[in-house]
């Protein structure tokens, strides 16, 4: 069975900064990879998702995340956060083929912006 | 832009009551979802439906747990008797299709949730 592990439970960043934030997955073989956020009171929104191709992986709101098989990684990444970027985080994998396409979530990883 | 709805945004129970959890879907997709998330873990899947029936579903799903789309537009989270442990953030999701295709993974929208507490 697939897992995702996010390390960080809270990260703090200053507006302006970069920000990268971990994701790692267990799978026996490439799966399809997601990165989530949830705003307060708001419903997970989809940031990105990786199925094949480029591993370098262009969402919303200026996000980005690179696979690196070698490491079973997906990081997301913003090159400068802005204050509205303060939210939850989730990484997500679902398996590429047969079977089921139900996303298995991390933890989350919550975002706190400081002005 | 369409979303997903849930009511209501809280609710809260005594053990042993039932409560219905309420989404609105968006109105073309065919899949619903349910996931919870207990404080501080993991958002986990619950459940799949399709066609007025369960297509999928977690251990987490057991007897206590029922789905219904009882009309054209409300999709419903039962559980029957509830428990402490019950307590989580229910999130509805819907999607176009399941994503099953050779075409690209279709996305599943979320609502905002519901905040279930268990007393």
């Known amino acids: 069975a697939q897992s995702v592990t996010q390390p960080d439970i809270h990260i703090t960043v200053s507006e302006g900064a970069s920000l990268e934030l971990r994701c790692n997955y267990s799978y026996g073989a490439t799966p399809y990879l997601f990165w989530y956020v949830q705003s307060p009171g708001q419903g997970l929104q989809l940031l990105l998702k990786y199925f094949s191709g480029d591993t370098l992986v262009q969402g919303i709101k200026g996000f980005e995340a690179e696979f690196k098989r070698s490491q079973s990684s997906f990081n997301l990444r913003k090159p400068s956060v802005h204050w509205s970027d303060a939210a939850e985080y989730f990484c997500a994998v679902a398996p590429a083929s047969g079977g089921s396409y139900i996303p298995t979530f991390g933890r989350g990883t919550s975002l706190i912006v400081h002005p | 832009e369409p979303e997903v709805t849930q009511t209501p945004s809280h609710q809260v129970t005594q053990m042993g009551q039932e409560v219905i959890l309420r989404c609105v879907p968006i109105s073309n997709h065919l899949y619903f979802y349910w996931y919870r998330q207990i404080l501080g873990q993991k958002v986990e899947f619950l459940v799949s439906f399709y066609n007025n029936e369960i297509s999928e579903k977690s251990e987490i799903f057991d007897d206590q747990f029922s789905v219904e789309r009882p009309d054209g537009s409300n999709f419903t989270l039962k559980i029957r008797s509830t428990k402490l442990e019950d307590s989580a953030m229910y999130f509805c999701?819907?999607?176009?299709?399941?994503?099953?295709?050779?075409?690209?993974?279709?996305?599943?929208?979320f609502g905002p949730g519901t905040r279930l507490t268990v007393l």
């Open positions: 999701a819907s999607s176009v299709t399941s994503g099953s295709q050779q075409s690209t993974y279709n996305e599943q929208f």
